[in-house]
């Protein structure tokens, strides 16, 4: 009869009053980055008074967690993912709520993101170009085309013709062919070109296309069409004569860009096409067709063999860069940077 009297003026009977006291509700919420973007995988941990130990979800593609069945009362939500900074929130849980929390959003770590540094290969030639980049005999001639290091990763079109034009553009290349100029305006060489400074003029500017003209044969369009390295690697061990025999064969052996030695074409067949092209910019009369040709081929894979002689016992103490960039260079490719990780802090 009390039952009834309590249920028509809409009272609850005591236990049941205590059992609605009591039911369990539900904890749900999204969690995001700085950008609005859903975090997956993140941990959520929600502690209560209620509970002896915590209770643990993962949050879902979408970047949302649930928990069931959590008693009401004080709660704490423990939040982390990798990479960012954890968070921690309260909360109260009436009884049989169904609590959906408003979006949370996890910052990135102020200790920082792991980020790969490795370099690519482009990077690593373009490194090692710029150490080749500061390399002068007695610090005044360039010595560009010279590697100290055996492992040297191989150039793209791009950073060969790089190297050769900064040595053609260079102060001392001009120097250079103004001497060579001046050599055969005294010797009377070309005579076709005249006398007086219009003579030497079109003697230097005749030098200057042979010089220029065999260095993009040579060191770039060829190279770049055989896949071969234009550069000479520095041997340094070994007998004497080991490398004296290493030296004079880089005139007509060329590493390719495999890391292999072949046939320098490249350099040959650049050499003969530099001295065919050096007929149309001599005078006529002293043009000597394939004679020409053959004699300046010559001339330059000789004077490519004795120079690559020079550089293995001569030049490499006389330029004072060599020693420094090969210090760096040696195992540069294997261990420089690579596969390591570091932390960029966060501001």
Do not use: C
């Not at 929130?89 to 709520?97: D, F, M, R």
């Not at 090692?128 to 040297?152: H, M, T």
């Not at 005139?251 to 092209?277: C, E, F, H």
């Amino acid at each position: 009869m009390l039952l009834a009297v309590m249920l028509a003026i809409g009272g609850h009977p005591p236990a049941l009053a205590a059992q609605d006291a009591r039911s369990p509700g539900t904890i749900s919420g999204a969690i995001v980055d700085d950008t609005g973007a859903a975090i997956s995988g993140a941990t959520v941990i929600l502690s209560h008074d209620a509970l002896a130990r915590g209770l643990e979800a993962v949050s879902g593609e979408d970047g949302r967690f649930s928990f069931a069945q959590v008693p009401p009362g004080s709660f704490s939500l423990r939040l982390s993912a990798p990479g960012f900074a954890s968070q921690t929130i309260s909360g109260v849980l009436t009884a049989g709520e169904a609590s959906n929390l408003p979006s949370i959003r996890l910052t990135l770590s102020a200790d920082g993101v792991a980020i790969d540094v490795t370099p690519t290969r482009f990077e690593l030639a373009e490194r090692q170009i710029k150490e080749q980049e500061q390399q002068r005999i007695l610090g005044v001639v360039p010595n560009f085309f010279v590697s100290y290091n055996p492992e040297a990763v191989p150039l793209t079109t791009s950073q060969k013709f790089e190297l050769s034009w900064k040595s053609r553009l260079d102060p001392f290349q001009f120097a250079s062919v103004a001497l060579i100029a001046g050599v055969q305006y005294a010797r009377d060489d070309f005579s076709g070109f005249g006398d007086g400074p219009e003579g030497y003029a079109k003697r230097y500017g005749a030098a200057y296309a042979n010089v220029w003209t065999r260095s993009l044969m040579t060191q770039v369009l060829l190279p770049s069409l055989f896949r071969q390295d234009p550069r000479y690697f520095y041997k340094g061990t070994g007998t004497r004569t080991s490398r004296v025999v290493y030296a004079v064969s880089r005139a007509v052996v060329r590493k390719g860009d495999n890391g292999r030695s072949q046939p320098n074409y490249s350099g040959i067949l650049g050499s003969l096409a530099a001295g065919g092209l050096s007929n149309l910019y001599y005078p006529a009369e002293d043009r000597r067709g394939l004679r020409l040709t053959l004699e300046n081929a010559a001339i330059s894979i000789g004077g490519a063999a004795a120079a690559y002689v020079a550089q293995e016992f001569l030049l490499k103490k006389a330029t004072p860069a060599s020693s420094k960039s090969s210090t760096r260079s040696h195992g540069e490719t294997g261990t420089s940077d690579r596969g390591r990780s570091v932390l960029v802090p966060t501001p």
